[in-house]
């Protein structure tokens, strides 16, 4: 089974993380508290899991006090800020990933690098192209009675937002912690995993967010009630995409034009101008060859030769089109395609706001369309093995599709889960098939 995803994505048995929050940069989504009282501004921990939205490369804070202490993938690296900086030789491009990230500062250390330990993963990082730490005994914004901000860089005149998911993230306030206050290795696997963090010492300012509250998004659960005031986010943005379930989203890798633009957590592509097929093309991060999956999309922005859902092989250029070289694909013009051949014609065209499902049998070589529910043409049967992404594919300008993996980016009261409980989907979905996450894919994979 084929996944680009790192080694934390699939959990063993154990703790069990239900929800993320996922932000969207260009909706400007944000969390936001002042604390009333300063709390210990030499030694604090920042710890939280993150996998990374939008396209890779660019500058994102994703947690920031008063601008002046904040932390931010730049670019492929990772940024830490506190008047100097420590920036990361690691890598971050992998947006199938989640990564735990840990920040433990005490300024109080003689040795400067001592100041500042960082660990991505549960190992401590020692890399670094620029290491610049704060002075000894120095007073840092964290915990002073300043904004401090998840997912912006507080920064007036210029915000600049982060985009994607984040996870169990927590600030103590008070003690410099190393990353096995938050996580652990399992001892079969050696996978870095999650551990319950609801019985440690938050301290004054510290706050622990689950997001598992979908009225209070913002909501600390350390018991301290340092909530957080919720900026353009709503409960349509709670996902159950996290660190010990991970589930397939689009790859903003795998493209052919900057033209294309990914948002609302790599599950919205929307097509940015006319030419070349594969220009506007997504893949989704996890690709198949066995298993029964289903997939559903929504139709947000319609144009005339959309090829709205399908698959596409893995082997498969990244110049090549959906529609043209697909093992099978939908058009919003009412036909079934399959390799650049008709294989269905005369169906009913597409609008803006259907819903596109699709039922594909890796073992046996099915695939079957719906639309709005019901089905949409016949089963497609005799279908080549191998290994392929779910994908959708245009080249016209203006062309919007919004994935739904289980956890769609926008409001679905269908309710439809698979038969492990995973995903919210329109349609009931087809005994025997399941919503393409990690939990999914270890046991029928």
């Not at 959990?11 to 969390?31: H, I, M, P, Q």
């Amino acid at each position: 089974m084929p996944l680009i995803l790192p080694s934390n994505s699939i959990s063993a048995v154990g703790y069990e993380v239900d929800n993320s929050l996922r932000f969207d940069k260009n909706s400007s989504d944000t969390l936001t508290r002042t604390p009333s009282s300063a709390g210990n501004r030499k030694t604090f921990t920042f710890s939280c899991w993150i996998k990374r939205g939008a396209k890779i490369g660019q500058f994102e804070w994703f947690f920031s006090a008063n601008n002046t202490t904040k932390f931010a993938f730049n670019g492929n690296n990772m940024n830490i800020f506190h008047g100097s900086s420590i920036v990361l030789n690691r890598v971050f491009r992998d947006p199938s990933a989640w990564y735990h990230i840990v920040i433990a500062y005490d300024t109080t250390q003689a040795t400067d690098s001592n100041r500042v330990k960082i660990y991505i993963n549960g190992e401590q990082e020692t890399s670094f192209s620029e290491a610049s730490y704060p002075s000894q005994n120095a007073d840092l914004d964290v915990n002073n009675t300043v904004v401090h901000y998840i997912g912006e860089s507080g920064n007036p005149s210029f915000p600049e937002y982060n985009d994607g998911y984040k996870a169990e993230t927590v600030l103590i306030d008070g003690q410099q912690l190393d990353p096995t206050s938050f996580g652990k290795f399992d001892e079969a696997t050696g996978i870095w995993k999650p551990i319950d963090v609801s019985g440690l010492t938050f301290g004054t300012n510290g706050f622990y967010l689950d997001f598992e509250n979908s009225g209070s998004l913002g909501a600390d659960v350390s018991g301290n009630g340092n909530n957080f005031t919720v900026n353009n986010l709503t409960s349509i943005d709670q996902s159950t995409d996290t660190c010990t379930n991970n589930f397939a989203t689009l790859n903003p890798l795998h493209q052919n034009s900057s033209a294309q633009t990914f948002s609302e957590g790599n599950l919205k592509v929307t097509s940015g101008g006319s030419g070349d097929w594969a220009s506007h093309y997504g893949a989704s991060t996890i690709a198949v060859d066995s298993g029964k999956w289903f997939v559903e999309t929504k139709l947000t922005t319609k144009v005339t030769s959309h090829a709205i859902l399908g698959l596409v092989s893995t082997s498969q250029n990244i110049t090549s089109s959906l529609k043209d070289n697909g093992l099978v694909a939908v058009e919003a013009s009412g036909r079934i395609t399959g390799g650049g051949i008709n294989i269905q014609t005369g169906l009913a065209s597409w609008s803006n706001g259907d819903i596109a499902g699709l039922a594909y049998d890796a073992d046996n070589g099915t695939a079957q369309f719906y639309r709005n529910g019901s089905a949409y043409g016949s089963q497609v049967t005799s279908l080549a093995s191998g290994e392929y992404y779910f994908a959708t594919n245009s080249f016209e300008t203006g062309a919007v599709v919004e994935f739904n993996f289980g956890s769609p980016p926008y409001s679905e009261s269908g309710g439809n889960s698979d038969g492990d409980g995973y995903g919210n989907f329109s349609m009931a979905v087809p005994s025997g098939y399941f919503a393409l996450n990690t939990k999914n894919l270890a046991e029928y994979g």
